[in-house]
T-cell receptor, first 111, second 115 residues
Framework: QQQVKQSPQSLIVQKGGISIINCAYE??????FPWYQQFPGKGPALLIA???DVSEKKEGRFTISFNKSAKQFSLHIMDSQPGDSATYFC??????????WGAGTKLIIKP | GAGVSQSPSNKVTEKGKDVELRCDPI?????LYWYRQSLGQGLEFLIY????????KSGLPSDRFSAERTGGSVSTLTIQRTQQEDSAVYLC?????????????FGPGTRLTVL
């Protein structure tokens, strides 16, 4: 019940296209859902995060869509660029509890 | 200001040797985490320190692994009698406070290779 399931494991998108990564969770007590971005040789860094009181959050080309009833959330990258090529991790947590991480998605943007 | 730093950046050791990995968190961050990331894999939680509370050691894979945090700042992860399966990147992260809602800031990691 503490798992966060992330898909796909890897994704190849053409430059300019939309990249979509999905995550699902079981624990309805989770109320914070961040996405982290990791470039090769670096540690992950927070990209964008959402609370369940909103269904969508947008920051530039990055959007989180949240479906509370389905217990799913997804990351959309619009106008994907080669510089977006990285590994993306979703996560979930609740107050006073540490993050539960998804397995990661390796995204490759083809020029 | 300075981010999370880790040393060494690379460590090659022989099977059976002990290794120590160091993490310097961001000043003022009370929470510190250690993760392990095998090649192309996700983040495996190892241990979590929060202030003066007892650490959450639930992720340590065996009793060969231990960690301490001195003075609420620097942390050392020790692996005794290293095995080849210990080869991975060890990541340290710190955050301002309680784990749930606070952004984790990661260091660059230590790449451990056990021959």
């Amino acid at each position: 019940q503490q798992q966060v399931k992330q898909s796909p494991q890897s994704l190849i998108v053409q430059k300019g296209g939309i990249s979509i990564i999905n995550c699902a969770y079981e624990n309805t007590a989770f109320d914070y859902f961040p996405w982290y971005q990791q470039f090769p040789g670096k540690g992950p860094a927070l990209l964008i995060a959402i609370r369940p009181d909103v269904s969508e959050k947008k920051e530039g080309r990055f959007t989180i869509s949240f479906n509370k009833s389905a217990k799913q959330f997804s990351l959309h990258i619009m106008d994907s660029q080669p510089g977006d090529s990285a590994t993306y991790f979703c996560a979930a947590s609740k107050s006073n509890y540490q993050l539960i991480w998804g397995a990661g998605t390796k995204l490759i943007i083809k020029p | 200001g300075a981010g999370v730093s880790q040393s060494p950046s690379n460590k090659v050791t022989e099977k059976g040797k002990d290794v120590e990995l160091r993490c310097d968190p961001i000043s003022g961050h009370t929470a510190l985490y250690w993760y392990r990331q095998s090649l192309g894999q996700g983040l495996e939680f190892l241990i979590y320190f929060q202030g003066n509370s007892a650490p959450d050691k639930s992720g340590l894979p065996s009793d060969r692994f231990s960690a301490e945090r001195t003075g609420g700042s620097v942390s050392t992860l020790t692996i005794q009698r290293t095995q080849q399966e210990d080869s991975a990147v060890y990541l340290c992260a710190s955050s301002l406070g309680l784990a749930g809602y606070n952004e984790q800031f990661f260091g660059p990691g230590t790449r451990l290779t056990v021959l």
